[in-house]
């Protein structure tokens, strides 16, 4: 595994370059993120579709849909045997052809092509566990935290610059053209992760998939490390309480009280301000060995934000929630990763990052459709007030159950 340079040895080159593409990586799959979060939920309403069919489509390919989470486990196997750029390059290719389709479903007006573009974003999973490890290995020494808040940094900046645009376009102009925009962006981080960035794998494993190895990636994938179990226990609660709610908030608002994409760009705005004020001084916090601390916060500031949604139907308050959130997600994401990174050997760090999306998916899957059913039938508040109580009750764990090691604290 390629690691810090010994004293007195010259930096690897990659080590001084890869660190500031993977940036401008970032940046571009931020743009493309939000964009998605911005126009998708309110694009699938428009064609007709029911809030419980988009919690189904997000069920299947979301974040944490059945699709990336069987796809994650086998992505960071991969990425520890063919390499981590090989992997990333692959999923980003993917997630083009993913892009095409909503733009044809845009034109078309064809709810049938949902389907299939949400599971090739699924299937783009596969290289998260990949992606993670190239930005770890290419930071410096203790400074892994500060290297995924950098990269991360760049990701909400891409939601202060997208969002607005995005949503404004899809109002004014049409959906299709939103769509088709973003791709030529996702094109373009294509080509600077296949000939900018540097493999990070030094040392390759054999690519054999032996009865051990089936085994660990079947049925030993619900097993981890015995010092990350309380917190994956977390992640789960925190995971399923997410995909009730959270997950389908613009969905459910434009539903609910009729919100336009215009007003979804600018929640999103504030939720990537919110990150990008919070993002880079979160990393310092992780690499000075707060990690915990963070995690925990950020789920109490989630309940808050949360909590905010029951009490109020005024746009202004539901665009401050968002700053909150914004919040969570500058504390939680450095802070996961760094925890997971430094208790994982070097040469299983992208399976374990797999297992860490993987776990989390396959209970958490079924939420945003059962989110979107729950809305359906009994209305708004109780999958908020389940989202609600799930925030809490991770917070609990974290706080309880997950212990810090020693020589955590720099």
């Known amino acids: 595994m390629a690691e810090a340079s010994a004293p007195g040895e010259p930096e690897p080159p990659w080590r001084r370059t890869n660190l500031q593409v993977l940036t401008l990586r970032g940046l571009l799959i931020g743009l493309r993120w939000n964009v998605i979060a911005v126009v998708l939920q ?37 990425a520890d045997r063919a390499g981590r750029k090989a992997v990333a390059l692959a999923a980003n290719v993917v997630s083009v052809g993913g892009l095409v389709l909503l733009t044809l479903a845009g034109g078309a007006r064809s709810v049938a092509l949902l389907l299939p573009a949400i599971v090739l974003f699924g299937l783009s999973g596969v290289g998260r566990p990949a992606g993670d490890a190239l930005v770890g290995e290419s930071a410096r020494g203790r400074s892994v935290g500060y290297a995924f808040g950098q990269v991360t940094f760049a990701w909400a900046v891409a939601g202060v610059l997208a969002s607005l645009g995005s949503g404004l376009l899809a109002e004014r102009v049409s959906y299709t053209l939103v769509f088709a925009l973003t791709t030529g962006l996702e094109v373009i981080g294509v080509l600077l992760l296949a ?16 009865r051990g190895e089936l085994r660990r990636l079947t049925m030993g994938l619900l097993v981890p490390p015995a010092n990350l179990r309380w917190l994956y226990v977390a992640v789960v609660i925190d995971t399923f309480a997410y995909g009730l709610a959270s997950e389908l908030i613009y969905g459910f608002l434009a539903n609910r009280f009729g919100f336009t994409p215009f007003q979804f760009g600018v929640m999103n705005t504030a939720f990537s301000l919110g990150w990008a004020v919070m993002q880079l001084p979160a990393g310092r916090w992780v690499d000075r060995g707060w990690a915990r601390e963070m995690l925990i916060l950020s789920e109490l500031l989630s309940a808050v934000a949360i909590g905010v949604w029951l009490v109020t139907s005024s746009f202004p308050v539901f665009v401050a929630s968002m700053a909150v959130l914004g919040l969570v997600s500058a504390l939680w994401t450095p802070a996961l990763m760094a925890w997971v990174y430094r208790r994982v050997p070097a040469g299983r760090r992208a399976e374990e990052l797999g297992r860490l999306s993987a776990i989390p998916g396959l209970f958490g899957f079924p939420a945003p459709y059962l989110g979107g059913l729950l809305y359906d039938r009994v209305g708004f508040v109780v999958p908020v007030v389940l989202n609600l109580t799930g925030a809490l009750v991770a917070a609990a764990v974290l706080a309880l159950a997950v212990r810090p090691a020693a020589g955590d604290r720099a």
Request: glycine letters at 16%.
């Open 42 to 78: 309110p694009f699938v309403l428009s064609l007709g579709a029911s809030v419980e069919f988009l919690g189904f489509l997000e069920a299947v390919g979301g974040y944490r849909g059945i699709v990336p989470t069987v796809m994650q486990p086998a992505g960071g196997w991969l």
């Open 195 to 210: 000939f900018w960035v540097g493999e990070t794998l030094a040392e390759r494993r054999p690519m054999r998939l032996g």
